[in-house]
């Protein structure tokens, strides 16, 4: 059965750094695309920085440069760093495992993130 839980959401002021982290269990990351997801309040859903099972990374335009992800394979956990925070990257993060099947895609349960002064 497969887990997915993530921690380090918090508050954090404009110019700041969070580093968010996804515990997986049940997913082998050879086999999965591993990806961060946030919503704001009144918009979809989007990704914001995905690493495929081949481990190749992409990221929204809107993070390029500020964010990193990163997989630890021994360790079952899927990272996300977030360098240079800005208002607009207020919103709820989600983790997703995705099998590329659509009975194989899996979501945390969100991780609030709050960027203000």
């Known amino acids: 059965q497969v887990q997915l839980v993530e921690s380090g959401g918090g508050l954090v002021q404009p110019g700041g750094s969070l580093r968010l982290s996804c515990a997986a269990s049940g997913v082998i990351f050879t086999l999965y695309d591993m990806g961060w997801y946030r919503q704001a309040p009144g918009n979809q859903r989007e990704l914001v920085a995905g690493?495929?099972?081949?481990?190749?990374?992409n990221y929204a335009d809107s993070v390029k440069g500020r964010f990193t992800i990163s997989r630890d394979i021994a360790k079952n956990t899927v990272d996300l760093q977030m360098n240079s925070l800005k208002p607009e990257d207020t919103a709820v993060y989600y983790c997703n495992a995705n099998g590329r099947r659509p009975s194989s895609v899996y979501w945390g349960q969100g991780t609030q993130v709050y960027v203000s002064s």
């Open positions: 690493i495929s099972r081949a481990g190749i990374r």
